[in-house]
């Protein structure tokens, strides 16, 4: 399910100047008609708290009481059928959708242990309706309770072009749960979003990190080690996309040694000492890497025209519920 959540915050006291959209009719004493149920007004005297009431200017001047479960703060109002029509989307399985299904992270590394959880990430493909609907589809789903996130294809597209590591790794990885025709076409082309960038997103990442742990250090004293142990990962694994043209997810080579890392038995000296060796010898690939300069963009957006088009064909007599 989609998680949704809405801006509306009944127990909220609301500031002088608010604007307001009356839910009732307010008639005077003689049943002369006050306001307007729709009328806009602001706020001009708040209660101290919401067992009080509110009081409201209308545009005509004439001011009038309400409680607040009596109005709705107007940019609220504005949108609150669009927030109905969120909800619908929320209660709709998209996990149907699902077009890719793998796993990742630990146990894909090959660096899992009796603790470790199986992640999986992937692909959906929602209905061509529901895509071209006034509300659009969410970039990704999640069931975080069984470590799940499935992004929608246009967005997956996007992170791989970025050469985002997390997402390259997707369509890297040798555990593969679930792969539709469309899924697998994707895989045997996975080799277009391998590109220079690799070498500015991957080292930018892990020095930024790397400044955090050292304000950790200073300030806290504590390290997450299993953190530590992942960005050595990935600074070999970008060593390896720029030297070899593949995504290296599974570690062999060099699990021990990040195994040491992980369970804090190599001092952060030491472990600081081989992440600066390893920016120079990503510098040195990086320098004779063969890849392109840019993942190829035209082939890319080329498959996603056809997953649309496919979809929507396939989809055509289906209505939206």
Not at 59 to 85: C, M, N
Not at 237 to 256: D, W
Request: proline share 4%; hydrophobic share 40%; aromatic share 8%.
């Amino acid at each position: 399910m989609v998680n949704i959540q809405h801006p509306i915050n009944l127990n909220l006291i609301l500031p002088v100047g608010t604007q307001v959209v009356s839910r009732k009719q307010v008639k005077g004493s003689a049943g002369e008609l006050f306001c307007l149920r729709g009328a806009v007004g602001v706020v001009v005297k708040a209660p101290t708290d919401n067992s009080h009431a509110y009081r409201i200017r209308l545009p005509s001047g004439v001011e009038v009481t309400l409680h607040r479960h009596e109005f709705s703060i107007r940019k609220h109002f504005q949108t609150e059928g669009l927030q109905q029509a969120e909800t619908e989307l929320a209660e709709l399985n998209l996990h149907e959708c699902v077009i890719y299904r793998c796993i990742v992270g630990s146990r894909a590394y090959g660096l899992d242990d009796a603790n470790s959880d199986t992640d999986r990430r992937g692909i959906y493909l929602p209905p061509a309706q529901l895509h071209w609907s006034l509300y659009g589809i969410p970039e990704q789903i999640e069931n975080k309770d069984n470590q799940e996130c499935y992004w929608e294809l246009q967005k997956f597209l996007i992170l791989a072009l970025k050469a985002n590591p997390n997402v390259l790794e997707c369509l890297y990885t040798p555990l593969v749960e679930t792969a539709t025709p469309l899924a697998e076409e994707l895989l045997a082309m996975r080799s277009i979003f391998l590109s220079q960038l690799v070498y500015q997103t991957y080292n930018s990442y892990v020095m930024s990190q790397f400044k955090k742990m050292e304000q950790d250090i200073r300030t806290k004293g504590v390290l997450k080690w299993k953190h530590v142990m992942h960005l050595i990962r990935l600074l070999l694994s970008g060593i390896t996309v720029l030297k070899e043209g593949f995504v290296p997810v599974r570690i062999e080579e060099h699990r021990q040694q990040l195994l040491t890392i992980k369970r804090g038995e190599v001092a952060w000296e030491e472990v600081n000492a081989l992440r600066l060796s390893l920016h120079q010898e990503f510098d040195t690939a990086f320098a004779a890497t063969t890849l392109p300069e840019r993942p190829n963009y035209e082939k890319a957006n080329a498959f996603l025209i056809k997953a649309r088009r496919t979809q929507a064909l396939a989809n055509g007599e289906e209505t939206l519920r």
